[in-house]
């Protein structure tokens, strides 16, 4: 772990217990550090809402405790990512929390209106962000994702008889990003010399966008249409914009024709990608379509032990927790497995040494004043459909309702998901609580919310602006 990558983790950890989970999932979880051509320290949010809100709120306080861990007198610049386009990383695209190492000098990238190497020399990966964490090894294989992994092992391999393109659909933070990743590691390790393109939807907009603007479109097209193989993140991303899905049809075209491999992956199926036009539909559904299912009790506990080995790893803790203890961290963190990592990441630096002797109260308590900066207030069921009431300027019982209307149906999962992230209440619970619905009907809109909130920046707000206020 470099040295910024060292005080990220540890400010990002400790900002996270002064501002709360939910903003902290929202804005510092999906932030990284980066560095310019200047030597500028750079931290890079997902969207310029995201890049508004951390200079509104958090600049001032994350200086400050970058200032007392760092000790060289540097400061952070907040950007969004559009702004930057890709700059060298300490730590590609992690969220804080996560370990990484240095990257090979070969899987290095800049950018300047198209996709190319630092240096001079093999044809190497042309990287936007890959995290070199994230291989086959460190993936925790399991029924929802096994198929999924075996044709990305196979893809990887560059085994012929490929189906092309490989589609990897599935809700957010359950494998895609680290699946693509392994792929690209792997597919470079075993051809050194090949062409292996990685790069976010988000960023293909942009750069394209950059290329027009810069008349250097025979330079973006060059710069893809070049590869042996290309792995596009988070597809859905370019839905309702004409012109950017005219270019990458027109490239998947090209590629296919001329043998390379494509790999790609979004939250939903190609045919439900309803934002993005027909025959770029049927482009991403003609191969394979592999679908990564959310993972069971038995996956989550995979991945909090593995996250817990490479902290034990990295020295931040020693010992294994009591059973319980991690039962009841995953029984209280039901989204996706990067915020089961992040409840792992809080509970072992708020630990440390003491992890192996928590017992299930301590541990909850120490998780709870982490996350919130102090002791633990209970909130019940019933303040937090208040408030989502008042919120969305409805009455209490319209969430218990049968209604189904979409300004009725929407603040219930907000309301929902409130009820799962802040109470210790079960699903069937809750649905008992809201008019006596299934426990399936609340685990679907839990999942739709944990689904939206990276995309929606009006649910996100709404969500913010609810925690904060059920928190005072």
């Given at each position: 772990?470099?040295?910024p ?18 903003p ?49 007198n ?9 702004e ?25 990238a ?19 962000g ?34 092309n ?5 599935g ?98 199926a ?45 020295g931040v ?15 209280r ?51 937090i ?7 969305f ?8 309702s ?71």
């Open positions: 772990m470099t040295d990558d060292r005080i990220w983790t540890e400010a990002a950890l400790r900002l996270r217990g002064e501002i709360g989970e939910g902290y999932s929202s804005y510092i979880a999906p932030s990284a550090v980066r560095v310019d051509g200047g030597g500028q320290l750079i931290l890079v949010t997902p969207t310029a809402y995201a890049r508004d809100w951390v200079r509104r709120n958090a600049q001032r306080r994350i200086n400050e405790l970058w200032l007392g861990l760092d000790g060289l540097r400061r952070l610049e907040v950007r969004c990512r559009a930057v386009g890709h700059l060298s990383s300490t730590a590609p695209g992690e969220a804080p929390g996560q370990s990484a190492g240095q990257a090979p000098a070969a899987l290095s800049a950018f300047q209106g198209t996709i190319q190497p630092v240096a001079d020399g093999p044809r190497a990966v042309r990287a936007a890959l995290q070199p964490r994230l291989t086959f090894d460190s993936f925790v294989a399991a029924p929802g994702n096994a198929f999924a992994l075996s044709m990305a092992r196979q893809a990887a391999s560059w085994a012929e008889g490929h189906f393109p490989i589609f990897l659909c809700p957010y933070g359950y494998g895609k990003t680290h699946l693509l990743n392994a792929i690209a590691w792997e597919a470079q390790r075993l051809r050194p010399q090949a062409k292996v393109v990685y790069l976010t939807a988000e960023r293909f907009l942009s750069t394209f966008q950059r290329a027009i603007a810069d008349r250097a479109m025979a330079g973006f097209k060059e710069s893809l249409r070049s590869a042996d193989m290309l792995l596009l993140d988070d597809v859905q991303f370019v839905g309702g914009k004409a012109a950017t899905q005219e270019e990458l049809l027109s490239t998947l075209t090209a590629l296919i024709e001329d043998g390379a491999r494509i790999i790609l992956s979004a939250d939903r190609p045919m439900a990608l309803t934002d993005i036009e027909p025959r770029l539909r049927s482009h991403l559904a003609s191969g394979l379509t592999c679908a990564i299912e959310p993972g069971d009790r038995e996956l989550k506990l995979a991945v909090a032990r593995q996250r817990l080995q490479a902290l034990s790893a990295l803790v020693s010992g294994e927790p009591e059973a319980a203890v991690l039962e009841q961290l995953v029984e963190t039901p989204g996706s497995m990067r915020e089961l990592e992040g409840a792992v990441n809080t509970l072992a630096a708020a630990a440390g040494p003491r992890l192996a002797s928590l017992g299930v109260d301590e541990a909850r308590a120490l998780l709870g004043m982490a996350q919130r900066g102090g002791p633990e207030r209970r909130i019940t069921v019933d303040e459909q208040k408030a989502t009431a008042e919120h300027a409805l009455r209490q019982a319209d969430l218990l049968e209604r189904r209307t979409r300004a009725i149906a929407r603040p219930r999962q907000i309301a929902m998901y409130l009820c799962k992230q802040l109470t210790t209440r079960s699903y069937p619970d809750i649905g008992r609580r809201f008019g006596g619905r299934d426990h399936t009907t609340v685990l679907h809109g839990v999942r739709k919310i944990e689904e939206l909130m990276p995309k929606d920046d009006q649910i996100a707000r709404d969500v913010e602006a609810l925690i904060r206020k059920l928190k005072g």
